[in-house]
């Protein structure tokens, strides 16, 4: 399959798809922090052109600082921006890829388009950390729990400012976590 991971600098998931045979590329508008050659530097709406690519899946982490409830307190400071997130958020929604997976924390796009079709947690998936994260699907199944782990400790709430492995405290927040991105390669690989 020909897979789009977009606003992914990590390369956790287009390496665990890579990993299984497929096609896998990231996307952000900053450089892969693996040094991949299989990460596009660019804007998702250019990838997104149907002349340009043509993909199978997608799996797109939008920015969530102007989506998440955690950032309520600033959105009334921050309408303009807030709507550029919801314009990128519905561009993933409605990209005429078949099978899309689109993850943010609890947060708008809730009651400003509808509902996730599921919660997760990193713990279900080998971490012993929390950090509720949604996922709107379009032509795949629910993820299944690979390994529940114990420990449910808030990792990112805690995360300390400052840059720290070369990543900002945003973008270390941000990384999906192996054991999440082993899982939908797996799970949704196969389908």
Request: charged letters at 20%; hydrophobic letters at 40%; aromatic letters at 10%.
């Amino acid at each position: 399959m020909k897979i789009l991971v977009a606003c992914e600098f990590s390369g956790v998931v287009r390496e665990a798809f890579r990993k299984l045979g497929h096609d896998a590329w990231s996307l952000d508008m900053i450089p892969a922090t693996d040094g991949s050659e299989f990460h596009i530097v660019g804007d998702a709406w250019d990838a997104l052109l149907p002349y340009t690519y043509q993909w199978d899946m997608m799996i797109a982490f939008p920015p969530c600082t102007r989506l998440a409830v955690s950032g309520a307190r600033w959105w009334k400071d921050k309408q303009k921006e807030q709507i550029q997130a919801i314009d990128l958020f519905m561009l993933f929604a409605n990209a005429d890829i078949p099978k899309i997976a689109i993850e943010n924390p609890i947060g708008l796009m809730s009651s400003r388009w509808r509902k996730p079709d599921q919660i997760i947690q990193p713990w279900q998936f080998g971490h012993g950390e929390t950090k509720a994260t949604c996922l709107w699907l379009k032509g795949l199944p629910k993820l299944v729990p690979t390994n529940i782990v114990a420990g449910r400790e808030p990792r990112v709430h805690y995360e300390s400012p400052g840059i720290k492995n070369g990543l900002t405290r945003q973008q270390r927040r941000s990384t999906t976590l192996q054991g999440i991105g082993d899982a939908m390669a797996e799970q949704w690989g196969n389908l």
